[in-house]
């Protein structure tokens, strides 16, 4: 079974300011990691996903984050916020690379406020 | 491509009745999963269809259901609506070559 604890319901930065969410995972298996942006009243976008390649893993809008198998850890990073980074962030793990049959199971989510 | 549809976007029920939310997914993507997003419970795995059959199923009553046509449209059903089946249902459909997910706008079930 897996689960994925998210740490900071709301995360509040100053727009040019380092983002850092967390996520943490338990999985009995390799597991599979993404992270999703959800906007106001959209679906899920995904922003990266690591599958056992890289540990560094780059995404779209310029974030980042790093696999670290030692803290069970998988932090989404961005160098500096800009105002469209508000939304809510979602990491997940799957124990198939594509949460297929089993599904993705979501952390609860960080809702990203940038402070002019 | 065209994204993943899914229609309707906004629904009112009232307890007692039943549901049937539709998916299209990407053009060639033969998997589809759908998933209940509520404030309580965040986003929760309900089931996912891969050519036609339903592979596995999340923690949730029979009153939930799908099914998946040869085109691969999907439609999941509600029977007996309650109070807190109100949520925003999202339907995703994953590309096999590069094992991505890519979701819908979803359709947001309000039971009165």
């Known amino acids: 079974a897996q689960s994925v604890t998210q740490l900071g319901s709301h995360v509040s930065v100053s727009e040019g300011a380092l983002v850092l969410l967390r996520c943490n995972y338990s999985?009995?298996?390799?597991?599979?990691l993404f992270w999703y942006v959800q906007y106001p009243n959209q679906g899920l976008q995904l922003l990266l996903k690591?599958?056992?390649?890289?540990?560094l893993v780059k995404g779209i809008n310029g974030f980042e984050a790093e696999f670290k198998k030692s803290e069970t850890s998988f932090h989404l990073t961005k160098p500096s916020a800009h105002m469209s980074d508000a939304a809510e962030y979602f990491c997940?793990?799957?124990?198939?690379?594509?949460?297929?049959?089993?599904?993705?199971?979501f952390g609860k989510g960080t809702h990203l406020i940038i402070q002019p | 491509k065209a994204g993943v549809t899914q229609t309707p976007r906004y629904l009112i029920k009232t307890r007692g009745q039943q549901v049937t939310l539709s998916c299209s997914p990407i053009?060639?993507?033969?998997?589809v999963s759908w998933y209940q997003q509520t404030p309580g419970q965040g986003l929760q795995f309900l089931f996912e269809y891969f050519s036609e059959t339903q592979r596995n199923k999340g923690n949730f009553p029979g009153r939930f259901s799908g099914r998946q046509f040869s085109n691969s449209r999907s439609e999941m059903n509600v029977s007996t609506l309650e109070l807190g089946d109100s949520a925003l249902y999202l339907c995703?459909?994953?590309?096999?070559?590069?094992?991505?997910?890519?979701f819908g706008p979803g359709t947001r079930l309000t039971v009165l």
């Open positions: 997940a793990v799957s124990a198939l690379s594509g949460g297929g049959a089993d599904g993705l199971t």
């Open positions: 690591y599958t056992s390649a890289a540990t």
């Open positions: 999985s009995s298996v390799p597991p599979y």
């Open positions: 995703a459909s994953r590309e096999v070559s590069t094992d991505t997910q890519y």
């Open positions: 053009s060639g993507h033969r998997s």
